[in-house]
């Protein structure tokens, strides 16, 4: 069974149509690109996988999305649990103005834990997890805001992590960061990968090429090609897969 | 060639014309505050004294202090406060967080517009027919301050939904992707972010209270009472309306002058402590929420 399934997406921002009927089946423990020029609706369609969308008025999909094989979309679906298991790191870092610890433990406080071992481990292993843990175990009580860039986003991606979820969705993680904190955060999807389902939509198509096992290109609102991402970027099968990978628009 | 530096004189020159109108605007908005201040503070300073913010008005208001008015504008700056604040924060956390765009939420602002335009008399007129009559509070603090709070109502709004809406989207984006509910997402995070905005709603509105003398009018305030008041069903003085009495219909109107002037300096300090302590609590909450 496919970990993450969309049939016949069609997705609506008032009367325009940002997806037209798309299809991708992605399998557990594998890195999925989603790639294109801006506007293609990459992002929107990232954001169908925690029902990010849900949040901005006056909008329609059509069609079924279907995670571990249940189309979450459907009756019944608890939201919030939906985003307890599909986590998600947004383009800028946003840490929340707390503490370095309060920022990884407020995803398990939210969701009721309030074991205070429980937590204190559950974060120690989360930030050790995304590499952090050398720089701030010694200014955990410290604000979040004094880390740097690259710091911040491995600790959303770590308090992303510390409730378990078993898919992270990252919307363009490093366009803001440096190459440096860029290299050391691909490197750190790549091991993430043995536990996690990864989606990532990004703009960079090295890293696409880099991370990703299957990479999908979006453009205009429809995807134009799904395969492994080797195949994709050496054989492209459609033109303007070809065209948009050497760089001739985008 | 001559042309382009004929035109870039031109530039320069209107350039610095449009700086200068906007430097001296600017300049003599500071310049009336002062000479207002100045002119308040050299006729009042003189009155000011110990005696004069601790003891009862005397001698048909041309001696004696102002005690009482002080005591009774403290009083209905507290009362309308506890009154309009949570209801005016409610009330903008909900339509900033939870009403969606549309028909609703365009009413209700409109309708929060349409308060904040209400003259102040016609408060007033409101608070006695209500609270005064209808409700029997009678000539009351109680009254008073609920017709203060009224009037506070739009601005305690307005301010705490820019203050909402000033937080970052992703905030909440990453509040709610962790599985946090929206009332956890708007407590926890929103609010928190927001606070300090929040109070300068406070601040702006304890400004405005204080000083408004018609919603008192009917409501609340007394010409003198011989002693403070003692529960909020009893009528008080209050530092506008005591400046309007002792100015237009005292006793002596120029023998308590003097008394007016040092009023006046009262009433300002009052909300310039006000202000302070506001602008004092917001840096403390501003400073707390980036540790927490």
Known sequence: ?250 | MINEIKITKRKKRSQAIAFWIFRLLSYSIVAILFIILSFIIFKGASVINWNFITQMPEEGMTKGGIYPAIIGTLCLVAGSMIFAFPIGVLAAIYMNEYVKDGIIKRIIKQMTNNLAGIPSIVFGLFGMSLFVNKLHFGDSILAGSLTLGLLALPVVIRTTEEALKAVDNTFRQASLGLGASKWQTTSKVVIPIAFPNIITGLILSIGRVSGETAPILFTVAAYFLPKLPTSIFDQAMALPYHLYVISTSGTNIEASRPIAYGTALVLIIIVLIANLLANGLRKYFGKKVKMN
């Open chain 1, 1 to 250: 069974m496919y970990k993450i399934e969309s049939k016949n997406v069609d997705f609506f921002y008032g009367p325009s149509q940002a997806l037209k009927n798309i299809n991708i089946a992605i399998r557990a423990n594998t890195v999925t690109a989603l790639i294109g020029p801006s506007g293609c609706g990459k992002s929107t369609y990232l954001r169908l996988f925690n029902r990010m969308n849900d949040l901005i008025d006056n909008i329609k999909l059509s069609g079924q999305v279907l995670i571990e094989g249940e189309d979450i979309y459907g009756r019944g679906i608890n939201v919030d649990s939906l985003r307890k298991n599909v986590g998600m790191v947004f383009q800028k870092a946003n840490p929340f103005p707390k503490s370095i610890f309060e920022n990884v433990a407020y995803g398990l406080r939210v969701n009721g834990i309030t074991d205070k071992k429980i937590i204190e481990e559950r974060v120690e292993t989360s930030i050790k997890q995304v590499v952090l843990w050398e720089e701030v175990k010694d200014k955990l009580k410290k604000s979040a805001f004094e880390l740097s860039g690259g710091q911040q986003q491995r600790l959303c991606i770590a308090r992303a992590l510390a409730i378990h979820p078993s898919i992270i969705l990252m919307d363009e993680p490093t366009s803001a960061l440096d190459p440096i904190s860029t290299a050391k955060v691909e490197e750190l999807i790549y091991e993430l990968k043995t536990k996690y389902t990864i989606v990532i939509v990004t703009h960079n198509m090295q890293q696409a090429g880099r991370v990703s096992d299957r990479t999908a290109f979006f453009y205009l609102g429809e995807l134009i090609e799904y395969d492994e991402t080797k195949t994709l970027f050496t054989k492209p099968k459609e033109e303007r897969t070809q065209n948009y990978i050497t760089g001739r628009f985008g």
